[in-house]
T-cell receptor, first 117, second 113 residues
Framework: AQSVTQLGSHVSVSEGALVLLRCNYS??????LFWYVQYPNQGLQLLLKYTSAATLVKGINGFEAEFKKSETSFHLTKPSAHMSDAAEYFCAVSDLSVYGSARQLTFGSGTQLTVLP | NAGVTQTPKFQVLKTGQSMTLQCAQD?????MYWYRQDPGMGLRLIYYSASEGTTDKGEVPNGYNVSRLNKREFSLRLESAAPSQTSVYFC????????????FGPGTRLTVL
């Protein structure tokens, strides 16, 4: 069964600093990987996804993530944090479902990003 | 396109009451999902519908039922609400193909007293 671990439930960075949110996954087959962002009182919005075309994936709002098979990681980065980046971020893996034949998403527990002025 | 819509946005129930959460999507997606979100636990799948006419249990189905009314609509019913069902509920949809990117609704915040 697939699983996702997000290291650090809360991350604080200063405005303009590097953002690094960590995600490690386990999957029995080559995975599809996703990062979603959730702003307060809203639903989840897709930031970016890895679908095996390229290991470095660029997403919206200046975020990118690198798929490293040897490390089973898919960390999310942004070179310079902005106040508007404050939100909760979820890593997810898509794999053949343990509940049926369709592919499902398994989510990590989330990382709350705080951006300090 | 409205995307995925959910009603109601907020609801307060007393223990034992029943209610139905409604979800609709206008993206012609085959697959629809219901999740609950609790602090520190991410999103957990309650039920999903891979295609019109089919529904399957997810990770936490106990206490819930679902109906895939048609391709657009997927409802979640709580027959006898319990305080443990206090949560934020999200509906999502996808085209069901291999990448399985899901699009989420704005959520329903449910409190059971």
């Amino acid at each position: 069964a697939q699983s996702v671990t997000q290291l650090g439930s809360h991350v604080s960075v200063s405005e303009g600093a590097l953002v690094l949110l960590r995600c490690n996954y386990s999957s029995s087959v080559p995975p599809y990987l996703f990062w979603y962002v959730q702003y307060p009182n809203q639903g989840l919005q897709l930031l970016l996804k890895y679908t095996s075309a390229a290991t470095l994936v660029k997403g919206i709002n200046g975020f990118e993530a690198e798929f490293k098979k040897s490390e089973t990681s898919f960390h999310l980065t942004k070179p310079s944090a902005h106040m508007s980046d404050a939100a909760e971020y979820f890593c997810a893996v898509s794999d053949l479902s343990v509940y049926g034949s369709a592919r499902q998403l398994t989510f990590g527990s989330g990382t709350q990003l705080t951006v300090l002025p | 396109n409205a995307g995925v819509t959910q009603t109601p946005k907020f609801q307060v129930l007393k223990t034992g009451q029943s209610m139905t959460l409604q979800c609709a999507q206008d993206m012609n997606h085959n697959s629809m999902y219901w999740y609950r979100q609790d602090p520190g636990m991410g999103l957990r799948l309650i039920y999903y519908s891979a295609s019109e006419g089919t529904t399957d249990k997810g990770e936490v189905p106990n206490g819930y039922n679902v109906s895939r009314l048609n391709k657009r609509e997927f409802s979640l019913r709580l027959e006898s609400a319990a305080p443990s069902q206090t949560s934020v509920y999200f509906c999502a949809s996808s085209d069901g193909r291999q990448y399985n990117e899901q699009f989420f609704g704005p959520g329903t915040r449910l409190t059971v007293l």
